[in-house]
């Protein structure tokens, strides 16, 4: 769904009238639910994407909780290349794939890297 489709023009309006009629204590449950369900409206499987960083950061947050030290940054940097990570993959690799391919074709070399033809989350 698209910010500007007539979908997000219906959409965006219901959940602010369901969030305001709501009272204060269910209100953070209904916007997660809506962003839940906006995130899936293209290609519902994206969700997992979803759910895997945020168990990642999920994960990373209660380490650095209980760490002291030095290990407290190697948890967050280790959430911060998961995050990082699942954002190259979608948003750099058809980049990377195919300028390495043409890099392999000026100098000869046969092309081989496949392109991941993904829709971006």
Request: one cysteine or more; a positive charge; charged letters at 10%.
């Amino acid at each position: 769904m698209l910010f500007n489709s007539i979908e997000f023009f219906v959409f965006f309006p219901v959940v602010v009238t369901v969030f305001f009629a709501l009272p204060q204590s269910a209100r953070k449950s209904w916007l997660l639910g809506a962003s839940c369900v906006f995130y899936m409206v293209l290609i519902p499987a994206y969700i997992l994407i979803l759910f895997f960083t945020i168990g990642i950061d999920y994960w990373a947050g209660l380490a650095i909780d209980r760490s002291e030290g030095t290990r407290r940054k190697v948890y967050l940097w280790m959430s911060i290349a998961a995050n990082v990570g699942v954002l190259a993959i979608f948003k750099y690799a058809l980049f990377l794939a195919d300028s390495t391919n043409a890099l392999l074709s000026f100098i000869g070399l046969p092309p081989d890297i496949p392109l991941l033809r993904i829709l971006l989350p």
